[in-house]
């Protein structure tokens, strides 16, 4: 699949391929796994494009990018159009064309992906972003201030959307960080090597420079809460605090030394980048075997972030198939050229402990596909007596998060489903307090970046309205007293 | 319409003091975090851009003036390099109030257990169980009487008080423990017992009180992280369940908790902070030691 030269080929049913680095190499470095399309190889696959005049893909973008018009202007090497089209839709495109599902989103759409492969529209956009990133990110601030104050609580990629919706209309947004530097799972989740945290950094500075303020180290709920924000001053607050406390197995020896959640080891490698260890000073205990339980993109991040920290062997144990494994394609097959060993159908019963309370051993029983359930997934059942022992040394163990429960604590009145998820509409992104919308994981459970974009769009211009129809109502309040 | 106050994160040190050869008190500008804090919570720190967050107990805090006060053992590089900031200097990040407060009402006859530089979160516990009508008795030790903070502090918050030193140096030879079950044999009838300081301590308080069905409160300090519901790795055990400090606790029933368990996970990361300093050492950085 890796390959370092590659040229653009007449194919139209092919892909121009990507070139990535090495397996060999990339397993020793943090740096970036895909190295992106260059301009002649953007300009072949962009020549692909059917420009459609009814496009399919569009329809398959959270955020309603239109994709064959920066396409086109890819075509006609007018890339600084290309990326402000794009803008139009997406604030985030260096981000979005790294971490996107497009494999499940525009490209599924695509008309060529009916007889061969779609066109990489991930690939050209980031092409087109990279090329605005390279030569400085223009800012054009088209909407005079209306001096109306909006405050977001949390700079992942749903806040940051609804800020950069908002700014670009007018409005005044402070956006509230409860951890030390923005960006949300785009720092703390997704490792460098997928997604440089330069690039991230150069897009919050694009959504500072719209005039959004950031402030850093702000728990909400805890230093402010909802309340308090409108009792400032704020005339709307959006809730996008995103996924919280990692999901557990419930299984003896779970909080043995060596046993991490992704998130903990996740955090410790990508935000407080102790990669870099001990330059930067938080430290990573990693053993020589590792285990990685789960089957999703987290997972995998895990555990390539463990090749790269030099752990001897790295198995992933997962209690269904590759089949069913909700992780990209893409990112399985990279794993797989690193080295990662997938260990299907085996579900984890207990960790195994030395005496000083450090992991040594990973039992888990082996698993059969059963019955198809509704949703056409097969539910793995354990097989009698094949309880089986894994040497490891250490454990990270991702099988998801609940939602942060901290805001939904401490706001009355703030309406939550089951599991703590805060309730919604779906169609505004009101929840059941007036002037407060939510959107992200903390609204719609675990999902992508991309929809969690897509849900900030929808409560941004929900803000926008209502705050519309409020400015109305106070302009205007003699009429009901006449 | 108009603009919204909101306070720029600007944590200056204001005040800086050695309290004993280990342990150092500061008192940081933070009027957004003094005017919500609450006994029992903590706050997150981060000294410089490539620090450790290090999570610290709130010891004082005045809101009309806006400061913190925070008291810290300078125990591995975090904190020195903590230690190593003089008075204008600023704190990178800071980040707090972290935590459930703790249930401040009025329980009648309270113990404050406390051991070295766990007096520093026992104080606000103390103050506010005092103003909120307890008759509080304090039990404070060291290993020796250099080591012993906020002495004065404790004094004015109880009703009666008692030291403790392991080589006998002040107050009575022994452990916090020693004194605290000579007064349950005695006769006093504690209705709530808090305790506060290292985890061996926090779990020989919890093994005198149990037999006597004394409820019991610790205030958890295992690694953190984020310190804001996240990363998971504050979990511990409460009553066979796993609850993560940082959002559950940091206080808990101390008879419920795994103490074994706190005590192994705490050492989890103890070969890599060796690393640290001794890298740091290596490549000729000043030892920020002894500055300041």
């Known amino acids: 699949?890796?390959?370092?030269?590659?040229?653009?080929?007449?194919?139209?049913?092919?892909?121009?391929?990507?070139?990535?680095?090495?397996?060999?190499?990339?397993?020793?470095?943090?740096?970036?796994?895909?190295?992106?399309?260059?301009?002649?190889?953007?300009?072949?696959?962009?020549?692909?494009?059917?420009?459609?005049?009814?496009?399919?893909?569009?329809?398959?973008?959270?955020?309603?990018?239109?994709?064959?018009?920066?396409?086109?202007?890819?075509?006609?090497?007018?890339?600084?159009?290309?990326?402000?089209?794009?803008?139009?839709?997406?604030?985030?495109?260096?981000?979005?064309?790294?971490?996107?599902?497009?494999?499940?989103?525009?490209?599924?759409?695509?008309?060529?992906?009916?007889?061969?492969?779609?066109?990489?529209?991930?690939?050209?956009?980031?092409?087109?972003?990279?090329?605005?990133?390279?030569?400085?990110?223009?800012v054009e601030l088209v909407n005079v201030s209306n001096g109306r104050n909006v405050a977001v609580v949390g700079a992942g990629p749903a806040g940051l959307t609804v800020a950069a919706d908002l700014a670009k209309l007018g409005y005044k947004v402070t956006v509230f960080e409860a951890l030390h530097t923005a960006g949300g799972v785009l720092v703390y989740g997704i490792p460098e090597f997928r997604l440089p945290k330069d690039i991230v950094q150069a897009e919050v500075d694009y959504v500072e420079r719209l005039g959004v303020k950031f402030r850093s180290d702000s728990l909400l709920g805890r230093l402010y809460t909802i309340d308090e924000l409108l009792a400032k001053g704020f005339e709307a607050v959006f809730i996008g605090t995103g996924a919280g406390l990692p999901k557990l197995l419930n299984i003896p020896g779970e909080n043995l030394c060596g046993v991490y959640s992704a998130s903990e080891f996740l955090i410790r490698v990508n935000l407080m980048k102790s990669y870099k260890f001990p330059e930067y000073r938080t430290p990573i205990s990693l053993g020589k075997k590792v285990a990685v339980i789960g089957g999703g993109n987290v997972a995998l991040d895990a555990a390539r972030c463990a090749v790269r920290l030099g752990a001897e062997s790295v198995k992933m144990v997962y209690r269904r198939t590759r089949d069913e494994m909700p992780a990209r394609e893409e990112e399985i097959l990279n794993a797989e050229e690193e080295g990662v060993i997938f260990k299907f159908l085996s579900a984890p019963t207990q960790f195994i402990g030395d005496e000083q309370g450090k992991v040594k051993g990973l039992q888990y029983v082996e698993m059969e596909l059963g019955e198809p359930d509704q949703a056409g997934r097969h539910n793995p059942v354990p097989i009698t007596g094949s309880e089986a022992v894994m040497d490891v040394d250490t454990v990270i163990v991702a099988i998801g998060r609940t939602p942060n429960p901290i805001i939904q604590s401490t706001t009355k009145g703030l309406k939550t489903l089951i599991g703590g998820i805060i309730a919604i509409d779906r169609e505004t992104g009101q929840t059941s307090l007036e002037a407060v919308y939510a959107g992200g994981d903390i609204a719609t459970g675990e999902a992508t970046v991309i929809s969690a974009m897509g849900s900030g769009k929808i409560a941004a211009n929900s803000i926008h309205n209502y705050l519309r129809g409020k400015e109305e109502k106070d302009v205007l309040p003699a009429k009901t007293a006449i | 319409m108009g603009s919204v106050q909101v306070q720029e994160a600007n944590y200056v040190i204001l005040e800086k003091q050695q309290l004993n050869p280990q342990v150092k008190q500061i008192i940081v500008y933070a009027p957004d975090i003094a005017a919500k804090a609450q006994a029992g919570q903590f706050v997150i720190l981060k000294t410089?851009?490539?620090?450790?967050?290090?999570?610290?107990?709130?010891?004082?805090?005045?809101?009309?003036?806006?400061?913190?006060?925070?008291?810290?053992?300078?125990?591995?590089?975090?904190?020195?390099?903590?230690?190593?900031?003089?008075?204008?200097?600023?704190?990178?990040?800071?980040?707090?109030?972290?935590?459930?407060?703790?249930?401040?009402?009025?329980?009648?006859?309270?113990?404050?257990?406390?051991?070295?530089?766990?007096?520093?979160?026992?104080?606000?516990?103390?103050?506010?169980?005092?103003?909120?009508?307890?008759?509080?008795?304090?039990?404070?030790?060291?290993?020796?009487?250099?080591?012993?903070?906020?002495?004065?502090?404790?004094?004015?918050?109880?009703?009666?008080?008692?030291?403790?030193?392991?080589?006998?140096?002040?107050?009575?030879?022994?452990?916090?423990?020693?004194?605290?079950?000579?007064?349950?044999?005695?006769?006093?009838?504690?209705?709530?017992?808090?305790?506060?300081?290292?985890?061996?301590?926090?779990?020989?308080?919890?093994?005198?009180?149990?037999?006597?069905?004394?409820?019991?409160?610790?205030?958890?300090?295992?690694?953190?992280?984020?310190?804001?519901?996240?990363?998971?790795?504050?979990?511990?055990?409460?009553?066979?369940?796993?609850?993560?400090?940082?959002?559950?606790?940091?206080?808990?029933?101390?008879?419920?908790?795994?103490?074994k368990e706190l005590m192994q996970r705490l050492k989890s990361f103890s070969n890599e902070e060796k690393l640290t300093i001794q890298v740091n050492e290596k490549l000729g950085e000043t030892c920020v030691c002894h500055s300041k």
């Not at chain 1, 699949?1 to 070139?19: C, D, E, G, R, Y």
């Not at chain 1, 020793?28 to 020549?47: I, R």
């Not at chain 1, 089209?85 to 525009?106: D, F, H, M, T, Y």
């Not at chain 2, 079950?181 to 301590?201: D, H, R, T």
């Open chain 1, 1 to 138: 699949m890796s390959q370092q030269v590659s040229k653009p080929i007449q194919n139209k049913w092919q892909a121009v391929p990507i070139t990535k680095q090495e397996p060999a190499r990339r397993t020793k470095n943090f740096q970036e796994v895909v190295l992106g399309y260059s301009e002649e190889e953007a300009l072949a696959e962009a020549s692909r494009c059917l420009t459609c005049q009814k496009p399919e893909c569009v329809k398959g973008c959270p955020v309603g990018v239109d994709v064959p018009a920066f396409i086109k202007l890819i075509k006609e090497n007018k890339y600084q159009e290309a990326i402000a089209k794009i803008k139009e839709r997406n604030s985030l495109p260096a981000i979005c064309g790294r971490v996107c599902p497009q494999e499940e989103q525009c490209q599924k759409h695509c008309l060529l992906g009916k007889k061969g492969a779609s066109v990489s529209i991930g690939l050209l956009e980031r092409f087109v972003a990279d090329c605005e990133l390279k030569k400085g990110i223009n």
């Open chain 2, 48 to 259: 410089h851009k490539n620090s450790e967050r290090v999570p610290l107990t709130l010891a004082a805090w005045e809101k009309e003036i806006g400061t913190i006060t925070i008291i810290f053992q300078e125990v591995g590089y975090s904190t020195i390099e903590l230690g190593a900031l003089g008075v204008g200097e600023k704190i990178e990040n800071l980040a707090g109030p972290l935590g459930k407060p703790s249930e401040v009402k009025n329980y009648g006859k309270v113990a404050m257990v406390c051991g070295g530089v766990g007096t520093a979160a026992s104080y606000p516990i103390a103050k506010a169980l005092k103003e909120a009508g307890n008759k509080v008795t304090t039990i404070m030790g060291a290993r020796n009487k250099d080591l012993l903070i906020l002495e004065a502090e404790m004094r004015s918050v109880s009703d009666a008080f008692y030291i403790t030193t392991d080589d006998g140096s002040k107050g009575q030879k022994g452990f916090v423990s020693d004194v605290l079950k000579n007064l349950i044999a005695n006769g006093g009838e504690f209705n709530v017992v808090y305790a506060v300081g290292p985890p061996i301590m926090m779990m020989v308080v919890s093994q005198v009180t149990q037999p006597f069905g004394i409820k019991t409160i610790v205030s958890l300090n295992p690694i953190m992280v984020d310190g804001m519901g996240m990363c998971g790795a504050c979990r511990v055990s409460v009553g066979g369940k796993t609850k993560f400090a940082c959002v559950d606790g940091p206080e808990f029933d101390a008879h419920q908790v795994n103490f």
